[in-house]
């Protein structure tokens, strides 16, 4: 089992954490946003963690001065974070380990890979895909989550042509690539413990994981190079991800990793779990 680190971001930092919450600093804006399993206490003083820009509980507080979006950058990429109801700004930092491996991996290769995005939210993965020249197919069944990527697309200066978005159910979807015969060199998702399509397709995590991994199998191209499952405030571990990730990846070889993502937070240097993961490469 690995504990994957996300290295320091200047865009990004986790300020402090203690009595179910953490303060971050996404930019220039500090907020404070609830975080269940955080049950030690906070390093930094309270007037500190007054200081927050933004104070989520239930529903955002915001200070006059904070926009709608704001930009965010990481090596060539610029993206948009918000204030979204779900307490979430659009920004996963504990991904900066993945998207590295992602880079580092695509750029070693001779020729544009195809890599597909499943639960592709925001899409700052398909933009670091696409950034190496990768063919990206972005998959989400959200509209206005689609939008929000096309926009970061723009922000990055990706060319259009390098992102195929599709809104629609991801089972539907793939079993539908499945059937054209259509395969690709990569996947990348990130699927919700529960979740509904765009004509109500209903996805429970525990049920249905195992079939799509296995439509997902169907649709690798004979020398696949990665694939990447990250699971968020699911009740599994990571075990479990990389022991379904390994039967379905297992004839090919390859380096098989599993564990958890963390980010370190700068007033105690304690660690804090921000979700699952397995990967493998060839």
Not at 268 to 281: D, E, K, P, Q
């Amino acid at each position: 089992m690995d504990i994957l680190i996300a290295p320091q971001w200047t865009s990004y930092e986790l300020l402090d954490t203690g009595d179910g919450r953490r303060l971050e600093r996404f930019g220039d804006i500090v907020i404070s946003r609830p975080d269940p399993q955080i049950l030690w206490h906070q390093k930094l003083s309270p007037s500190q963690w007054q200081k927050a820009d933004a104070v989520f509980g239930g529903s955002w507080r915001i200070s006059a001065h904070v926009p709608d979006r704001w930009k965010l950058t990481w090596k060539v990429l610029s993206f948009w974070a918000k204030l979204t109801p779900f307490k979430h700004t659009g920004v996963f930092p504990e991904q900066i380990s993945h998207w590295e491996w992602m880079q580092t991996v695509l750029q070693k290769q001779q020729q544009p890979m195809r890599v597909l995005n499943l639960f592709a939210y925001t899409g700052i993965a398909s933009l670091v895909a696409a950034s190496t020249g990768a063919m990206v197919t972005h998959v989400d069944a959200s509209k206005p989550s689609i939008t929000w990527a096309k926009e970061n697309q723009i922000a990055s200066g990706i060319p259009s042509d390098r992102i195929r978005w599709i809104a629609e159910d991801v089972m539907a979807f793939v079993a539908r690539e499945v059937r054209r015969g259509n395969r690709y060199d990569a996947i990348v998702m990130d699927p919700p413990v529960y979740g509904h399509g765009p004509s109500g397709q209903a996805w429970d995590m525990m049920k249905d994981f195992p079939r799509l991994v296995g439509l997902c199998r169907q649709i690798l191209s004979e020398k696949p190079i990665f694939v990447l499952v990250n699971a968020y405030a699911v009740s599994a571990s990571a075990l479990m991800l990389g022991n379904v990730l390994e039967e379905m990846m297992g004839e090919f070889g390859g380096t098989m990793e599993a564990g958890e993502l963390a980010l370190r937070e700068t007033s105690a240097g304690r660690l804090l779990s921000t979700g699952i993961f397995a990967r493998w490469r060839a």
